[in-house]
């Protein structure tokens, strides 16, 4: 059976050449974080709790002594690709597209076909499972049809990965973060002040409630990744799912949306927002958001309609 | 009740804000919260391991790095231009809904990366989109033509922000997963994904409105 420990190995060996090559190029900080990502994907599952704690204090202080940098691995030049995308035209596309076409057809082909009872893929694990296929026969029939020289997946992979940085672990680690708060409690507290605000049996106001919540939090901490885990445990879970008996699914999607819309309405995601009216040489600062009010707040109450509609009124 | 670990929401707040490198603040509000409720720091720590640990697999996604990389090598975000170029025509309005569809597919077949402010918008979207506005309705004055690149950058925004959660393998989709496994709630990314549709589809509908009516709103203004 095909579990996501076969996958930890894939990527592990994907952040292993990456910190091998890091250390030759004598980029000390990132070959010891992508060594330690490495250490953490091939033997996480064998290690102390202690010592994946460790691991994690490690890659934070690397990243936080600003230890990692971008890098410049021998690539093509714009020249070159230019004429290469002239020379090979929309078909450049279709290794990209073969990454979700696997995935997707595949699962859906196990779902509902006899494959499933082979019990080829770990339960529940054979999307992901299958998208790491699709990227190895993505990768292969690149490497077939273009003939590139053997080391440049390796090489661009770590040209994108050192561009990304230390945020390439930040999903990860705010889950992380999610499931010390559930410890600690944090979700109870929440839920706690947000059910004495919500009238008791109101699901719509419970709903509003948590999409307010995600939008906010997602506002003040710029991020929706960062809000995600908080709502989920003191108001999702809790409240919608396990009190009201709503759809997993659709909240746990539908509410990270409700987050986005807040991404769109503050200057703490600085990428998004304030960095394009830099680019873009804009005289204020806020105009992005400005144009963005207007789609934000009639979507967000969508989102809150789609909610109450796919997880309760469809669901019961 | 005690309240305190909610500094850990504090030091969060805070620590974006003053643009310490996130990673630390998260560690630090992970640290705080443990200890402020009342838990031994060794036992945060083995906490914090573990979770890393379980959830590993939302970090397996970048294994898709070389396979974009090496289209990159050979030009696919150049051929990415060359599409956008290829949309121009008719008005500022229709040439922004064009893209938007164009950046929500994309981005729903996991190509996120084609777009953006740097790559895409300040280079061609917005250039474009302000010489459609001044072909249709004529010199614009310096505000309008600004409302008209800051909706070029809003689009990249939405069409990325309500695309990218259809492709399953993406970290937001499995940071759902991985909350919810948590707490009891097994899902398949596939199970999530979908459910991004429909908003996808709101998105769409909302935001072309918005740019058509920015296009006529400026026709008014220019009479």
């Excluded at chain 1, 006899?114 to 990768?139: K, N, Q, S």
């Excluded at chain 1, 409690?185 to 719509?204: L, T």
């Excluded at chain 1, 997993?248 to 409700?258: H, T, Y």
């Excluded at chain 2, 999530?192 to 296009?215: E, G, K, N, Q």
Aim: glycine residues 10%; hydrophobic residues 55%; contains cysteine.
């Amino acid at each position: 059976m095909i579990t996501y420990e076969w996958l930890y190995v894939l990527a592990g060996a994907a952040f292993a050449i990456w910190a091998a090559l890091s250390a030759k190029d004598r980029r000390w900080g990132n070959a010891a974080f992508w060594a330690l990502l490495a250490v953490s994907f091939f033997f996480g599952s064998h290690m102390s709790d202690l010592a994946n704690g460790v691991l994690v204090l490690a890659l934070v202080a690397i990243a936080g002594l600003g230890g990692l940098k971008r890098s410049d691995p021998p690539t093509t030049s714009p020249e070159e690709r230019q004429a290469h995308a002239a020379r090979l035209g929309n078909r450049l596309f279709l290794p990209a597209l073969v990454v979700p076409l696997t995935a997707v057809v595949g699962t859906l082909l196990y779902n509902y076909t006899p494959l499933g009872e082979t019990g080829l893929f770990e339960a529940r694990r054979e999307t992901l499972i299958l998208f790491g296929i699709g990227v190895l026969v993505a990768m292969l029939a690149t490497m077939v049809w273009l003939r590139p020289p053997l080391m440049a997946p390796a090489q661009e992979g770590r040209r994108l990965i050192d561009s990304i940085g230390w945020a390439a672990i930040l999903p990860q680690m705010l889950a992380a973060l999610g499931a010390v708060f559930a410890l600690a409690g944090v979700g109870d507290i929440i839920g706690g002040v947000a059910r004495g605000v919500i009238p008791e049996g109101s699901v719509f106001l419970t709903v509003v409630v948590f999409a307010a919540g995600m939008a906010l939090f997602t506002m003040i901490m710029g991020n929706a990744f960062a809000a995600f885990p908080v709502m989920a445990t003191a108001i999702g879970i809790p409240l919608l799912i396990q009190t009201y008996g709503g759809n997993p699914a659709v909240i746990g999607a539908v509410g990270m949306l409700a987050g986005f819309c807040g991404t769109l309405l503050t200057p703490m995601a600085a990428n998004f927002n304030i960095v394009p009216a830099a680019l873009l040489e804009l005289k204020d600062q806020n105009a992005v958001i400005r144009q963005q009010v207007g789609t934000a707040v009639p979507l967000w109450a969508v989102n809150v309609l789609i909610i109450y509609i796919g997880a309760f009124l469809l669901w019961n | 009740m005690n309240y305190w670990p909610l500094a850990g929401i504090a030091i969060v707040v805070l620590g974006f804000a003053l643009r310490f490198n996130p990673l630390l603040v998260v560690v630090s509000a992970a640290l705080a919260t443990g200890v402020l409720a009342g838990l031994d720091p060794v036992a945060v720590i083995e906490a914090l391991g573990k979770a890393f640990n379980d959830n590993r697999y939302i970090s397996v996604t970048w294994i898709i790095l070389p396979v974009i990389g090496l289209l990159e090598r050979y030009g696919l975000q150049q051929r990415a231009r060359g599409l956008i170029e290829g949309m121009q025509g008719a008005t500022m309005g229709r040439l922004l809904v064009a893209y938007l569809a164009f950046r929500q597919l994309a981005s729903a077949l996991g190509m996120k990366d084609i777009g953006g402010h740097a790559q895409a918008v300040r280079p061609l979207v917005a250039p474009m989109a302000e010489a459609a506005a001044v072909k249709t309705h004529g010199d614009l004055p310096e505000d309008a033509r600004d409302e008209v690149k800051a909706m070029a950058a809003a689009t990249d925004n939405v069409g990325l922000f309500f695309g990218e959660d259809i492709f399953f393998a993406i970290a937001s989709i499995l940071l759902i997963q991985g909350v919810f496994e948590a707490a009891g709630y097994p899902l398949t990314p596939l199970e999530l994904s979908v459910w991004a549709i429909p908003t996808a589809l709101a998105a769409f509908a909302i935001h072309s409105w918005r740019v058509l009516a920015l296009d006529r709103r400026l026709g008014r203004a220019g009479q």
